[in-house]
Nanobody
Framework: VQLQASGGGQVQSGDSLRLACAAS????????MGWFRQAPGKEREFVAA????????YYADSVKGRFTIARDNDEGTLYLQMNNLKPEDTAVYYC???????????????????????WGQGTLVTVSS
């Protein structure tokens, strides 16, 4: 089972990027999925998550209003649309998936790395000022 993140790159402050995460080996259409990021010298932090149904989304305060998480279950792909990028968004971005299917949690659980069993390899986003 693999999660493959793509779409990273080097952009200027204020630009947009869309990250994608594709699964192979199994489908995650009924699993909670999320995006995390890790900047150099820092711990991996929560960015956004989406419920298994797609009906609920969760965002870190630092990206709320700029980033949008979405899933296309027909394509089996998770997306992260990132607008108005800032230098502090520079990091390796990881997609992740919960192992449990059709499971709903309270808000804090979606933001915790411990919820997620499967992790992608990461895609680098560099934002210059």
């Amino acid at each position: 089972v693999q999660l493959q993140a793509s779409g990273g790159g080097q952009v200027q402050s204020g630009d947009s990027l869309r990250l994608a995460c594709a699964a192979s080996g199994r489908t995650f259409s009924n699993n909670v999925m999320g995006w995390f990021r890790q900047a150099p010298g820092k711990e991996r932090e929560f960015v956004a998550a989406i419920s298994w149904s797609g009906g609920s989304t969760y965002y870190a305060d630092s990206v709320k209003g700029r980033f949008t998480i979405a899933r296309d279950n027909d394509e089996g792909t998770l997306y992260l649309q990132m607008n108005n990028l800032k230098p502090e968004d520079t990091a390796v971005y990881y997609c992740a998936a919960d192992e449990r299917r059709r499971t709903t949690y309270t808000d804090p659980f979606y933001r915790s790395k411990s919820l997620y069993y499967y992790w992608g390899q990461g895609t680098l986003v560099t934002v210059s000022s």
